[in-house]
């Protein structure tokens, strides 16, 4: 049993809690404001507790090799879940972590250290602004899970976004994005219509509930120049706890339909999640 004391700590953006897990004995829970951010699992780093997680670990899984060293930039930090998935089931990986709120990073710094050797940079910054002074052919791939208490920032929606987005991967690099939305759908639709601008390969991943438009909850978006491995990326999704559904090529043009690219003068951030839509997963 945890025996750990929970923390909890006022950052830049918000009330910061780090609780223990009373049935894992070094894993831990981060919320900001109340909202569940992060799981870590400090003895078992490629644990993924929420299912938005696991779906962007299983992208990560098929995007190259097993265990083949990747370049990745993660926007948004949380407690580091995704960048200590990468160095466990990656090693040698060398990644960018780019957190637009300092005092989140110091706690998890200093409450859930990475490794030595993890090969993670930490970059207390905003994402966009980090990304247009990042250099060309930077990464692998990029992670955009970057939420601003609950909603997505509108400047890391857009157009002029996705450009430098696209300009940092190598040529064939791939872009995943944590996203959240209800029917009809009106934000992911606009987002897959931005992405497409840049990108010629668009997946979308989700529960069949929240496509059916049942509930509030995270689409995964999944954009390159290259075809992925659908076949292998489903059979992933669909073994887990709650499936997912894997959607590409005519499909998700079919979902977006008429939606419009997204330019900075329009730019709005995604909805607020109605009252209790994100349980602990």
């Given amino acids: 049993m945890n025996e750990s004391i929970p923390v909890s700590r006022t950052t830049d953006h918000g009330t910061a809690k780090l609780m223990p897990d009373v049935d894992r004995a070094r894993a831990w829970l981060l919320t900001v404001d109340g909202a569940p951010q992060s799981y870590v699992d400090l003895d078992e780093p490629a644990h993924l507790q929420f299912e938005y997680a ?3 670990g299983h992208v990560l899984d098929v995007v190259a090799e097993a265990g083949r060293a990747l370049d990745v930039v993660h926007l948004g930090g949380g407690a580091l879940t995704l960048p200590r998935y990468v160095a466990a089931t990656r090693p040698g990986s060398r990644q960018d972590v780019v957190e637009a709120d300092a005092g989140l990073l110091e706690l998890v710094v200093e409450h859930l250290p990475l490794p030595a050797g993890s090969g993670v940079a930490l970059h207390a910054a905003d994402a966009r602004a980090w990304l247009e002074g990042a250099p060309d052919d930077h990464a692998d791939v990029l992670i955009a899970d970057v939420f601003g208490g609950s909603r997505v920032p509108a400047h890391l929606t857009t157009l002029a976004y996705v450009r430098e987005a696209r300009r940092v991967l190598r040529p064939d690099g791939v872009y995943l994005a944590n996203l959240a939305d209800q029917a009809p759908f009106a934000f992911l639709r606009s987002q897959l219509a931005t992405l497409a601008e ?7 991943i989700a529960e069949p509930g929240v496509l059916r438009g049942r509930r509030f909850g995270n689409a995964v978006l999944v954009a390159s120049h290259r075809p ?3 076949a292998a990326l489903a059979r992933r999704t669909a073994a887990d706890a709650f499936p997912a559904r894997v959607e590409h090529g005519t499909a998700v043009r079919e979902f977006t339909g008429a939606a419009r690219p997204v ?6 951030p995604s909805p607020e999640p109605p009252d209790g839509a994100f349980g602990i997963g």
Avoid: K, Q
């Fill in 54 to 56: 696991r779906r962007l």
């Fill in 198 to 204: 840049y990108f010629g390969e668009l997946v979308l």
């Fill in 228 to 230: 992925l491995d659908i």
């Fill in 263 to 268: 330019g900075d003068a329009d730019a709005v």
